[in-house]
């Protein structure tokens, strides 16, 4: 038991005298300090990802958004599935405008979100306040063909088309 206590002394003058004399209390705050650091980094670089979402203000645009995401949450998006998104895209944009560019920017902003639950907490309200509900159910149909492609949707995808029905039917 005696050997025990001198351990234990030895040790706790060992602290003692590292945080008098030695570095101890400036290694604590630097340690406590990066933790912060950290913490505020990544929250502002999730802030910043989501920025080209919460820029967002066309339906067409998040309808795009919502479409891709469905694609990414099978992997990467392959061929068929973007001639699908684009299909559905057509439909639905204004004769004369350019496809094309929207499609860059829907690409760029499903890529930059951290995650599809992000995006559907910027995305839902717009779309619950500008289309109807007969255009949200049109929207569900339309990310439901996106996931039927390549032998219909894994559960990634189901998930993601259930998050994205019960957020559009919500009502705030």
Do not use: C
Not at 23 to 32: E, H, K, P, S, V
Not at 46 to 56: E, L, W, Y
Not at 116 to 140: I, N, Q, V, Y
Request: glycine fraction near 6%.
């Amino acid at each position: 038991m005696p050997i025990i206590a001198v351990i234990v002394g030895a040790i706790l003058s060992g602290l003692v005298y590292w945080f008098k004399y030695g570095d101890g209390m400036a290694q604590i705050d630097r340690a406590l300090t990066d933790r912060r650091n950290a913490k505020l980094r990544a929250r502002n670089e999730a802030a910043f990802r989501a920025a080209p979402v919460r820029s967002i203000r066309n339906p067409i645009d998040a309808a795009g958004v919502l479409m891709y995401l469905v694609a990414l949450a099978r992997g990467i998006p392959t061929p068929e599935q973007e001639v699908a998104i684009e299909a559905e895209l057509r439909a639905i944009v204004p004769p004369g405008d350019d496809l094309a560019t929207r499609l860059v920017y829907i690409r760029h902003a499903a890529h930059q979100v951290a995650d599809a639950d992000t995006a559907l907490g910027h995305l839902a309200p717009l779309l619950r306040e500008k289309l109807t509900a007969s255009e949200r159910a049109d929207l569900e149909r339309m990310l439901g063909t996106v996931a039927a492609i390549h032998q219909g949707p894994i559960p990634a995808q189901e998930s993601l088309l259930a998050r994205t029905t019960r957020s559009l039917r919500q009502t705030d």
